[in-house]
């Protein structure tokens, strides 16, 4: 067996409405409960649900099903917020959250566990992925944070 035939990452599986997002788990800090956000005035994106405090930051929170155009439920008392790291380094957005419908859980991936899907990808999302069987969102985050920086003016 080669060395990358063991190759391995760990991720996270973030279940949002009829649908689940897929993420490396150094990307996501930390899983807290919901807490409906603080609106941000003049935001026209309905993906964008507002703002949340998160360890003395102030974090945006979106709605991931939105930009996969599927319904928005109700938050309810297993909904949470991902709060999620952004790449590049913008002190302005250090970090995102993403409204879950319930609880994540970690995955490990590999070779063997992770295949493309096919199908039409939404806006934000890299790729479509079986993972172990379940079809999962890599989403884009880059894309994503400069959606939101945009969007905060």
Do not use: K
């Not at 941000?40 to 939105?66: C, F, H, K, M």
């Amino acid at each position: 067996m080669s060395q990358t035939d063991s190759a391995e990452i760990r991720g996270v599986l973030l279940p949002v409405q009829d649908a689940q997002l897929l993420l490396p788990n150094a990307t996501v800090n930390e899983v807290v409960g919901f807490q409906q956000p603080t609106s941000i005035e003049n935001s026209s994106a309905d993906w964008l649900l507002g703002t949340v405090e998160w360890r003395q930051q102030t974090v945006p929170v979106v709605a991931y099903e939105l930009l996969l155009g599927l319904p928005v439920a109700e938050s309810n008392h297993r909904a949470r917020i991902a709060i999620c790291n952004t790449l590049n380094g913008n002190a302005d957005c250090p970090y995102i959250g993403i409204r879950l419908s319930s609880i994540p859980h970690l995955a490990r991936i590999d070779q063997h566990t992770i295949s493309p899907v096919d199908g039409e990808d939404a806006d934000m999302v890299l790729r479509q992925v079986d993972v172990s069987g379940q079809v999962a969102w890599i989403p884009d985050l880059d894309a994503l944070e400069q959606a939101v920086v945009q969007e905060q003016g």
